[in-house]
């Protein structure tokens, strides 16, 4: 498990969108960013700021203004935090989590279709057969 993922909220995750779609803002410009996503207030966006710094998820530089830039890639993220709900609620085993994407209509035949398809090139890139 890397800490990093592991403590960041979803009030923070609001943050680390505005930082992923830029790359490197002032305070300025992610209190903008974020205010214009969630409405709120600059002190709630430094707070949510200084405690992705704590934990490792944001780094700040000083050029004139501070600078911040996320640490923690989307991708990074994403990993862990499906890794951790297939763990949690799917005993480990992803099929069992795609079986209930398909039971809830989540995934239509169209997108089981493009699934397999990306599943048999990755399966071909590696020099597998499924």
Do not use: N
Not at 17 to 43: F, M, P, Y
Not at 57 to 62: I, L, N, P, T
Not at 91 to 102: E, F, N, T
Not at 113 to 123: G, T
Request: net charge negative.
């Amino acid at each position: 498990m890397w800490e990093r993922e592991a403590k960041i909220t979803d009030a923070e995750l609001e943050v680390m969108e505005v930082l992923w779609q830029v790359g490197d803002l002032t305070l300025a410009q992610v209190k903008e960013g974020v205010t214009a996503r969630k409405g709120w207030s600059g002190d709630t966006v430094k707070t949510l700021l200084r405690r992705l710094l704590e934990k490792g998820a944001v780094g700040q530089e000083k050029r004139g203004v501070y600078h911040y830039r996320p640490l923690v890639s989307r991708e990074e993220l994403g990993d862990y935090k499906t890794r951790t709900l297939i763990e949690k609620l799917y005993d480990g085993k992803a099929k069992d989590l795609v079986a209930a994407l398909v039971e809830r209509r989540q995934l239509d035949r169209s997108d089981v279709a493009e699934l397999k398809d990306l599943f048999d090139r990755l399966w071909e890139e590696r020099g597998e057969d499924i």
